[in-house]
């Protein structure tokens, strides 16, 4: 009798979200020749990682009796997932009931004892987790992936990828800033026009030195904001009546804010941690004792929402939500980290990282497109409360680009500003349409 035929099979799975959009790859290699016999991907709608994983292990064991129907064969599993491998190999029990049926579906394909499991880091799993994601962007475009889809040769050996920079608590966007920040200072400035007599006389810089990407309000004022009295707390300058004043609150921690993750509104929609919503309690005392918020605005992401109602439960107030307060589309790189995006999308990161007209893998949105949006947002507020103090519940993006726009500031700054977890940051805007900003990143509230 001959000899079993010796395969190797790597699958993986993924989940831009756990749960949230979802797909897995698989792969069938020669173990002798190393060549590939099959590839398999697909994008399967919102599901967990675990899921995703499991469904990649059916694919490639499928795949397995597809190519040798009449031949025995000896299977090496091959998989970066701790949890399938020790389940199906029988030494971890199977408590959940989403797993359950999957994992008896693998189970009948091949026979028991042609199947063993090996777990591997996840960077020996490249083939497999690279087909997962060509699968997810696939699903993100409205389509299936296709095997002439597949970018052959990105499993090669190649130098290994720069460290990740470091950046601040919070999103993987944050991340990306220390690279930014830093192309921009190696970057010779651009040249200035010079200044007209009556810009140089109010101090300004003229309009085509100014950020051209959204619409400003108001003009600087004659007299420097140094040369006027210190405002105390979230006060009002008594000359200027009471400013529409928006206290705006980062949500608190999600599982993937520790991690850098890119985190925005086209993934999924994770809940808060156990951290964010001991933070999120932490800040509605703080509102408690100080008693000035009269009114919450909430993005319509559920970190935001769970964190808001952690605040209006306290102080006894209703939480209207705002669409044009949700955080950036991050499109294909939503659930990565800055590293992982670099390694697999690194031409069009490297577009983004130079332009705030770029925008992210699979059809994101660009920084000046969240500032226009986060403008007019703005606008509507101010209108709407004007004179009253505003909790505004909201994300990175959106709060660093309304404390840019009140500074005035160019589009690179929203990459030299740092915003914790559940951080306060205030802005108020005055009927002469100029805003003053008071406080950012607070983080005294947390103890």
């Not at 460290?163 to 010779?188: L, S």
């Not at 007599?197 to 007299?223: I, L």
Request: glycine share 8%; hydrophobic share 40%.
């Amino acid at each position: 009798m001959p000899a079993p035929r010796q395969l190797v099979v790597e699958a993986d799975g993924g989940s831009r979200g756990n749960p949230g959009p979802a797909g897995y790859g698989a792969v069938v290699i020669d173990p002798d020749t190393a060549q590939v016999l099959a590839e398999a991907a697909e994008f399967i709608g919102v599901a967990s990682n675990n899921v995703a994983e499991y469904r990649g292990l059916i694919a490639a064991l499928t795949a397995v009796r597809d190519l040798f129907p009449d031949t025995d064969v000896q299977v090496l599993v091959r998989m970066d997932s701790k949890l399938v491998v020790e389940q199906m190999s029988g030494r971890w029990k199977i408590k959940h009931p989403d797993m359950k049926p999957l994992a008896a579906r693998a189970a009948e394909i091949l026979p028991a004892s042609s199947v063993t499991y090996e777990w591997i880091p996840r960077a020996e799993n490249k083939h497999a987790d690279r087909l997962a994601n060509e699968a997810m962007d696939a699903g993100r475009r409205g389509g299936q992936w296709e095997p002439s889809s597949s970018t052959a040769g990105l499993d090669t050996p190649r130098a290994a990828p720069e460290p990740e920079p470091p950046g601040p608590p919070g999103d993987a966007a944050a991340g990306a800033a220390k690279v930014r920040a830093a192309m921009a200072a190696a970057r010779p400035a651009p040249a200035r026009a010079p200044k007209s007599p009556q810009a140089a006389r109010a101090g300004q810089a003229p309009a085509s030195a100014q950020a051209p990407d959204v619409p400003q309000t108001g003009q600087a004022p004659d007299v420097p904001q140094a040369a006027q009295a210190p405002q105390v707390g979230w006060g009002s300058a008594p000359d200027l009546g009471s400013p529409a004043t928006f206290v705006l609150l980062r949500h608190g921690e999600t599982v993937l804010t520790p991690e850098k993750r890119f985190s925005g509104s086209g993934g999924g929609d994770p809940e808060l941690s156990a951290t964010g919503r001991d933070q999120a309690a932490r800040a509605a005392d703080a509102f408690a004792a100080r008693g000035t918020v009269q009114e919450i605005v909430s993005s319509p992401l559920r970190r935001c929402r769970e964190t808001a109602a952690a605040v209006a439960d306290r102080l006894g107030l209703e939480v209207r939500i705002e669409e044009g307060l949700r955080e950036t589309d991050f499109g294909a790189w939503e659930g990565l980290t800055f590293a992982e995006v670099r390694e697999r999308f690194g031409s069009d990161l490297s577009a983004w990282l130079a332009s705030p007209e770029a925008a992210p893998t699979g059809g994101g949105e660009s920084f000046t497109e969240v500032a226009e949006r986060v403008a007019a947002t703005r606008d509507r507020l101010i209108a709407a409360y004007a004179g009253r103090t505003v909790l505004l519940v909201t994300h990175v993006t959106p709060i660093k680009t309304l404390v840019r726009l009140a500074l005035g500031a160019p589009p690179e700054s929203l990459f030299r500003m740092e915003l914790s977890p559940a951080s306060l940051s205030v802005v108020a805007y005055y009927a002469d349409g100029n805003p003053s900003l008071r406080l950012l990143n607070d983080t005294s509230h947390l103890g």
